[in-house]
């Protein structure tokens, strides 16, 4: 009988009109696990981004209609124990394309695990740098990656002539690849980075000026902090608490991302209040890495005869591609490391300060390319 | 000079029009310019010498405006609101308010004007009301952020783009069901139709591209492209047109690339691109087609284009985030 289901399965999903998809997250991500801070700081909510996938499939279901298309979504949030079994699961049932909201690690041995099959994975919301070096042949990356966002922060910072940075680090291996990013961002762009100071969440006595902001920040001369901070507990107590009077970006302050609810031209403000009708909450940005992961899938598989996982994987990285993210330009992948080519958002906590590229960087064949690891310096591991 | 003001035989006409309406004052003519603010909440009214004659003040979002047949009303959906406020253009008020489904954005009138067809951007639909009850007599879905909405002109068709499903939904309205569905460019927007009836112009915004479909057979036809120099494709994103009544020249506004392309609607060469503001969207012309008024979005002013050399002429703050821009003349 279980043969026999599989058997239909598999040959409903050979069609060349289905588009089975499967999004794939850990029921307890750490990324949004609200009790993770010290003392039930107050963490992002909760974050079920399947509900952005399965409304990507809704925003483009009168197309796909038309077509005689054919969109499934298969959702599943499992331990961190049962995922490579799921992963394999989801695949033997004929999904073809896996949408991965997972922490970066999970998401590498999902690609090693499924090479091979015929799937093409989405890595929607980690941004280690990792992930696109290493290259896999069945991924590509619709959340900005950590260079992106980075090279974001470094353009504004340029633009408002903040030249000379601060840099506070925490514990977390995340938090020490972030600033490794600002710092390539910033050498690029010849902002001056005056130190690189650790902090940690000890009250020790004998490491004060590892947990004291003020002491943190003193001695030096700066025009902006730059805190990477992960888990956001350090980073929440950083602005106002600096011993010179300055602003503070990064994983705090002024933040640099893929989305932001505040967010109101080239119909930004229709995306973020459908999600919004959708789930009763404000929409995050591993919401819209999630929709955008789900709609490039859809875009590509309507505009490749008989699609298969492998090209539509090629489609999406040609300049073929053309996708819209209502972020007011077109959106599509690079040839080179399969990461969506995207505006960055750099936003408060309630508002979209400054989308980049910020006008007047240049670049010679897509000012999109500004932001990220530009082909030239890319190499895979 | 470069606005011709009225000539007496089209205000002799009006006057005759309104006259049967029983309107005390000329509106027809009155040469004045409209803008609606989406952001300032207001539609200000423009002199012909461009001076500010007064701000009317609108419902939330003012967006897209249409006159009635005879100029007496001018209509303009709000869509922050969910209506569509009335503005007699006589004594420059808002006088009724029709009410519509969530965020109205861009409408016509069926041809006998007993109807407004208006898209309704959160909704995905394209809803008929009907004028004498002010009630929502249909609704006719679409894909998701419908936008453009236009007659063909025999009025056998509605056709309504939109962004989401890059699709133009050709409607026929005697079965009140879309008909087909034409796949266009990517995030298609608004229309013109040419004069004679044939062809059907969508703007596509971010694909840079401009869709010529042949209304008869209802098959893309061209596919234009305007890349003034010094840009690259991907900053044009073409939205609002106007075209002239002899369908000769179709006026595009290329959005990011901060400029007017005026076409040659037979040949589909370019004939001039003209710098307008920043984020141009919307376009009209006066009735002697000497003049274009373009409105920017991004920085709150209109443009000014003397047709005859195809130049800027002069650029006029207007106030916050102007959608779209008529001239009753």
Known sequence: ?381 | MWIDRKLPGLVLAAAMAVATLCQPVLARGTGLIFVSLERGNQVVVLNPDLSVKTRVDTSRRPRDMNFNKDHTLLYVTCGDDDVIDVIDVATLEVVDSIPTGPSPEMFQFSPDESKIYVSNEEDSVMEVIDLATKTISGRIPTGAEPEGVINSVDGKYVFVTSEVADMVHVIDMAKAAVVKNIVVGTRPRRFVVTPDGRELWVSDELSSEVHVIDIASLEIKDDLTFVPPGFRPEDVTPVGMAITKDGSKVLITLGRANHLAIVDAGTRELLQYVLVGSRAWDVDLTSDEKTAFVANGLSDDITVVDMTSMTPVQSLAVGRTPHSIRVDD
């Open chain 1, 1 to 381: 009988m279980r043969a026999l289901l599989l058997f239909l399965l598999l040959a409903g999903a050979a069609q060349a009109e289905d588009v089975a998809i499967g999004h794939l997250s850990l029921a307890e991500d750490p990324r949004y696990t609200q009790d993770w801070g010290y003392a039930r700081l107050i963490t992002p909510p909760p974050v079920i981004t399947a509900d952005a996938a399965g409304m990507a499939i809704t925003d483009l279901k009168f197309t796909t209609d038309a077509m005689g298309m054919n969109v499934t979504l298969d959702a599943r949030s499992v331990a961190g124990a049962d995922l490579l079994a799921t992963a394999q699961k989801m695949v033997a049932a004929g999904n073809r394309y896996l949408i991965l909201d997972l922490p970066g690690a999970d998401v590498a041995q999902v690609a090693q695990a499924l090479a091979g099959q015929p799937v093409l994975l989405v890595n929607a919301t980690a941004p280690e740098m990792a992930l696109r070096t290493a290259c896999f042949d069945n991924m590509v990356h619709s959340g900005p990656s950590a260079r992106q966002t980075m090279d974001a922060l470094a353009q504004y910072l340029r633009a408002m002539d903040w030249l000379s940075v601060l840099v506070l680090v925490g514990e977390d291996p995340l938090d020490a690849g972030l600033a490794d990013e600002f710092q390539a961002a910033a050498d690029r762009l010849r902002l001056s980075v005056v130190d690189r100071r650790a902090f940690t969440l000890a009250a020790d006595p004998e490491h004060r000026e590892g947990s004291n902001v003020k002491l943190l920040t003193g001695g030096v001369d700066y025009d902006v902090v730059f805190v990477a901070d992960t888990r956001g507990e350090f980073g929440r107590y950083v602005p106002y608490a600096t011993q010179l009077p300055r602003p503070v970006i990064g994983s705090v302050g002024l933040t640099a991302g893929s989305w932001h609810w505040a967010l109101e031209r080239d119909g930004a403000t229709q995306v973020s209040s459908r999600f919004d009708r959708l789930t009763h909450r404000k929409i995050q940005p591993a919401d819209w890495d999630v929709w955008i992961a789900a709609k490039s899938i859809i875009t590509a598989a309507m505009k490749v005869p008989g699609a298969t996982p492998a090209t539509v994987r090629q489609f999406m990285l040609s300049d073929a591609m053309k996708l819209d993210g209502s972020k007011g330009v077109t959106l599509n992948y690079r040839a080179w490391d399969g990461q969506m080519r995207q505006p960055i958002v750099l936003a408060t906590d309630d508002a979209a300060i400054a989308v980049a590229p910020i006008e007047g960087y240049m670049h010679q064949t897509s000012t999109l390319d500004t932001l990220g690891t530009d082909e030239p310096e890319f190499a895979c591991d």
